[in-house]
Structures are given as structure tokens and as C-alpha cells.
């Protein structure tokens, strides 16, 4: 079935530090992918969808410009996290849309980030 | 605003019998509906989806009930297994918007062996 890769799994970084974060989708192409983010106990939130050659669409109350994504092949999204805080530390998670067939959403392991 | 809510936070059932887990809505323009199966520091995983002309999709022991009317879903699992602890989400998207999914905070579901 279709695979979505997300990397890296786990990352502790300074305050300050920018740390990109990778998701791939390894057998099929994603015009369309979705990053969100969970804090404990918490709901899966939509930060952005990203669409391939474009800008992505950022949800209210999400600063595009210290989440920086880039969408520049059909296999790959990234989401970077620009000059972190601690109260970035988060799971991220993202995914992609099949659209092949039925049109399913794939998701990636998620990456927890800590920032100290 | 909550648009789609999943007022149980968690839920503990004994393995073997049946677990239900509820699931509101208020976004009548809502039309397609999932639910996901997460485990700590994973992301989740498909289990089963219900279109809204549909009021129930069967999937092994995996039942998705939908009610129009009362803007509500369950999602039943029978009989369940000790496999089946995780965190489930409800989901739900409106068509030809982007395919851009609203989720329910999550009932976490214990299956005692």
C-alpha cells in the first residue's frame, strides 16, 4: 500500500535553531500534502496544506513565516521550523492525498520536536 | 468552534465485547467521514470511512454507523482485542474543499485482556 516516509522521527535542538523536517511519499504522487501538529492529549490540528509547485495556505493563527514550507517536487514536503522556541516543541505530523481511486490520506510517523 | 466533537476522552472495555466510540458533528456540509487509529508518537492510520449517503460501512469487525439527522457517527469495534488500545479519531472533510480534514480530539480506547 502507499507508503508516506516522514523524517526525522525525534529531534532535540537550542532555542533558536531552525530544524526542517522531511515527508515523502514513496509510491505515489502527492500534489497535495497536509501538515499538522499535536500537543499532548490534544486533536490533530491543521497548520497548512501544501500543494505542489505553489504557496502553501496556512490556517489562521499559523505564522507562515516561522513555519516555512516547501512543496517543490510531487514526492516531497517540507515544513521548517524557523528560529524554534520551546513552546514549538510539538508532534508534528504530516500527510499526503492519494488521489488515486477513492483518494486516501496517508500519514507519516510524525516527528517530536523538543527544543530546550 | 469545535465542528467535530468526541466528547468520551477515553474508554475502557473489556476483550471480547463491543466498543463504541461516538462522535458529533456540527458542519452540515460535512459529507465524508473517517476514522483513525493512532499509537503514541505515530501517526494514524485509516481504519475505516463512511460517505454521507451512506448510514453504515462495514469493515471486518470494524463498523462505521453515520446519523444524518443528529449529525452523529459511531464507530464500532467487535469483538475487541487487547491490539485495539490506541487513540481514535474521528474525521470529517467536505468534498471539492480541498480535501483538508477537521478531527475530533481523540477518545483514547483501553481493551482489558
Known amino acids: 500500500g502507499a507508503v508516506v516516509s516522514q523524517h526525522p522521527s525525534r529531534v532535540i535542538c537550542k532555542s533558536g535553531t531552525s530544524v526542517k523536517i522531511e515527508c515523502r511519499s514513496l509510491d505515489f504522487q502527492a500534489t497535495t500534502m497536509f501538515w499538522y501538529r499535536q500537543f499532548p492529549k490534544q486533536s490533530l490540528m491543521l497548520m497548512a496544506t501544501?500543494?505542489?509547485?505553489?504557496?502553501?495556505?496556512?490556517e489562521q493563527g499559523v505564522e507562515k513565516d516561522k513555519f516555512l514550507i516547501n512543496h517543490a517536487s510531487l514526492t516531497l514536503s517540507t515544513l521548517t521550523v524557523t528560529s524554534a522556541h520551546p513552546e514549538d516543541s510539538s508532534f508534528y505530523i504530516c500527510s499526503a492525498l492519494d488521489r488515486r481511486g477513492s483518494e486516501k490520506l496517508f500519514f507519516g510517523s510524525g516527528t517530536q520536536l523538543s527544543v530546550l | 468552534d469545535q465542528q467535530v466533537k468526541q466528547n468520551s476522552p477515553s474508554l475502557s472495555v473489556q476483550e471480547g465485547r463491543i466498543s463504541i466510540l461516538n462522535c458529533d458533528y456540527t458542519?452540515?456540509?460535512?459529507?465524508?467521514f473517517l476514522w483513525y487509529k493512532k499509537y503514541p508518537a505515530e501517526g494514524p492510520t485509516f481504519l475505516i470511512s463512511i460517505s454521507s449517503i451512506k448510514d453504515k460501512n462495514e469493515d471486518g469487525r470494524f463498523t462505521v454507523f453515520l446519523n444524518k439527522s443528529a449529525k452523529h457517527l459511531s464507530l464500532h469495534i467487535v469483538p475487541s482485542q487487547p491490539g485495539d488500545s490506541a487513540v481514535y479519531f474521528c474525521a470529517a472533510r467536505v468534498r471539492n474543499a480541498g480535501n483538508m480534514l477537521t478531527f475530533g480530539g481523540g477518545t483514547r480506547l483501553m481493551v482489558k485482556p
Open positions: 458542519n452540515s456540509m460535512f459529507d465524508y
Open positions: 501544501s500543494n505542489e509547485g505553489s504557496k502553501a495556505t496556512y
